[in-house]
């Protein structure tokens, strides 16, 4: 008997087991050749088959086909097998998943030529295969050339569509169409999103612009309120892209719930459109259609799914037993049932808004670390791609060994997107996998930065390290600097704090500013911060901005910020806590309704705890009607309030409490900072007790009938009091960086600001961010090796892994913004960037590189100056990065239109830049050229003009 070995050096982190390590386990296949022999050759099987089709065609017949004599119905029988990457078993199994499941389709298509096609999607499958098993990947290239397989999605992986920002989509696309293309010369036009939670209405640019023409999912027919009534349709994006798509359940389903689903099918009546989102009762679709006409072609992609295997012989058979018993079903293509249904394109309903899955909610919220490091390394890659960029076009040079490191760490964070992963809904044992590729992305995104170190300097020898501002636009940006970065042998005092400190930094003339001193924070906190100073500081667009500290600085105690143990004070914002429970009273801003309270009633910033107790998948869903299952949390047990923090830079009151009867220590921490707006707050705790949702809210005084938030490359509205019933399902909210509470004339309004946190739900003036989630986890699936490995530990030490998800340390940092204005425009229409800007800069801190004594004669000095500045309130960059489709020494920059105004905009480059740069010229998302017309490059820089929330590309030719 074969024994297999578990490492005890490597402990999984969340599951806490041994890992096993066994190259030889196999993924188990039940469908044998003598299987394959049974459903396609045995005379019994056939005789079987031709019985039970008959029955469910003669039953389609009198149900569906038969009810609509003048259309030629058409069914179109596509093979698939959607692989999750890991889910209830862990990655590497999916590698053998994959083998079995490709080796299945190459078999049937061997079986059945000129017939047969199976649909492929996700290249990190291939990829995969192509390292695993070159002679199957051979075998797969030849069977796509002959038409067996077809190739469809164009992502590297199917994602979570709802939670990535639009750059890391846009990645996803780039690098899975570019294996495409490299290993098979041909871009599939449909995108294949079978199985994720939803859809963002940031999607249908990206995908246009990155090649594709269509759309499929099965995930909307899985509402649980209401049914999406539309199954051939136009989805319009917030830029008003349009891409035709397609809704229905997978296999026969299509069939099976033919009435529940029939309305989509019809197209609308001539000389009739129809708009619909949200706010209008989509029920209403019936009264605009052609009630006795229907699009006759419709899709059945069928096949064993989720663990891979399909589809089996089994499933093959039956199909080939109803196109041997129907004219009407036919073996087809995914591109081609799409490129049939576009006949009918000018009867398609428009959809215009996000693709809400009234199901699943509970994914935005479960998981809380998978979401926080997603935003971190998204953020951290899009500032380290930047700065490499920026350092290529300085020295007009590529650095290979960077643009790996950034490629191979993309690659990790888009496979950790994976739509059962970033969800939070995966076994414990691919939460231990994911932790060790964390570890792997903090280094490798350290290597770029010590790289980048050796190769520039200031203009002085004292300068001892450089601040590195990613953003487009001159900012008044709070920045930390660790004491490590100026000296490791700094005394600090009793309390853990460096000394008082001067900042002298060059921008480009010589500038000093305070430094405010602060303590490590506790080693068992989550990202825990060490010692070191806070300070303000003006800093240029895109720059780096050498700088050095100078200890031993006298203060003056009159310019600290106004701090109480119950209020603060910065000037612009003032802040007042319940003495009971550390709530928020009061938050006043200077020039807002004469520094009246913006708030309303005592219970803000406080915790809120609901039960989380849902019967089926407890891990996506939440409870049903959680708002009237909320759970007795007392905020004022064992609270203390403490003056942590004051000084002039900044001040911080932290309060400490327990919550529940597992008295769950939970501290909240409110910060002001000198010049800012923002009042920043922690979230820490070390939760015990399972079965819990956790939200923080606040009861603003807006009367805000909308609520706006950030959703890739643009934002959208949504009702604060919602009155169909599908705006009403839509109760749990997803933002990005922001939502905001503005008042209906967009006089003023309160954002909130988020690091880490996705989820939120709003109702008129309040809203509620959510913290935590502790549902169970999943059992693992019946095949998945990890259930070895959990006997092995159960032998040797009687424990087993952990029953529930979310227990543990939490950290969560977001802020509360009150400002002028609405959202994205003022009161006349005007742009306001404020919000947005401020989001970013929440989002992107200022990364600080420690200059080395390496000897290099050729580094760069760098000044503090702009490097790329975008001259616009409603642009920004989002995107500075190597050309990665030819891989040549080009840059490519992107610049999105961020508040749905539109216009002109003015790119500067620096002069260093410019004098570098042969010729411009715009091209898509996957970096291919879109014109012949270059764009005019002037001296200083070039201009291109932005309709609403688009994200524009343009490559820069370098010399």
Sequence with gaps: MKISKVNPNRI???????????????????DTEEVAYYWHNNPESKAILREEMGNKLESWNKGIIDKYPNSEMSFHLVGQSHIDIAWLWRIEQTRKKSVVTFKKAVYHSKQFPKTYCFALSEPILLEWILEDDPELFKDIQKTVEDGGIELVGGSYVEPDCMMPCGEAITRSRLYGQRFFFKHFNRLPKVEWFLDSFGYSAGLPQILKKSGAEYIWTTKLSWNLETVFPFSNFFWEGVDQTRIQTGIFPMSYDPLKNWEKFEIGHHPLKSNISYLGNYERDYYDLAQWVEKDEIIPPVG?????????HGPTSEEVARANMLIELSDKFHWSRVESFFQKIKQWEQQFPIWADELYLENHRGCFSVHAEVKKKNRVFE??????????????????????????????TWKTVLKNQFHDILPGTSIPEVYDDIYEDWEECCQNIKLIKDEISTKINGPSEKCQFVMWNPLSWERTAKVFIPVNAVNNN???????????????YFNPSENTILAQPVSAEPKEWLDARPAGWWTIIQLSATSLTPAYISLNVKMSSNKEIHSEPLVLDNDIV????????????????????????LLKGSNNNLTQAYKDISEDWPAWNLTPEYWNHSLELSNSQDVQITLRDKGPVFASIEVQRTLGKLKNPVLQRYTLFKGRSEIYLDYIANWKQPLVMLKVGIHTATNATHCTTDVMFGAIEQSTDPKTPADKARFEKICHKFYDLSTPTNEWGIATLSQDKYAFSVNKGSSSLTMLRTPPYFPASPEAWVHEERAIRKEKYGTEVPEYSGLGPLRSTYAYLPHKGGSLRLHNEKPNPLVRRAAEEFNQPVQILTLTTVQNVNKIKVDGQPLIKIESDFAMLSALKMNEWKTNDNIIIRVIEMLGVGGKVEIELNPLIQSNI????????LERPMSETPIENKQTGFAITLIPFEAKTIELVID
């Design 300 to 308: 059945l992609f069928f096949g064993m799914s989720d663990g891979g």
């Design 379 to 408: 953020n951290q890659l899009l500032s380290s791609e930047a700065l490499s960029s920026t350092m290529s076009l300085l020295r007009n040079e590529k650095n290979q060994k960077i643009t790996e490191i950034l490629e191979k």
């Design 490 to 504: 700094i005394k600090l005092d009793d309390e853990g704090r460096p000394p008082f400190a001067e900042l002298t």
């Design 918 to 925: 042969i010729s411009i010229q715009e091209v898509d998302l």
């Design 12 to 30: 999984g982190h969340y599951s806490g087991s041994e890992r096993l390590e066994d190259p030889t386990l196999e993924e188990p296949d039940e």
């Design 574 to 597: 003032s802040i007042k806590l319940d003495s009971k429970t550390g709530g928020l009273l009061s938050l006043t801003n200077s020039s807002i309704l004469e520094r009246k309270n």
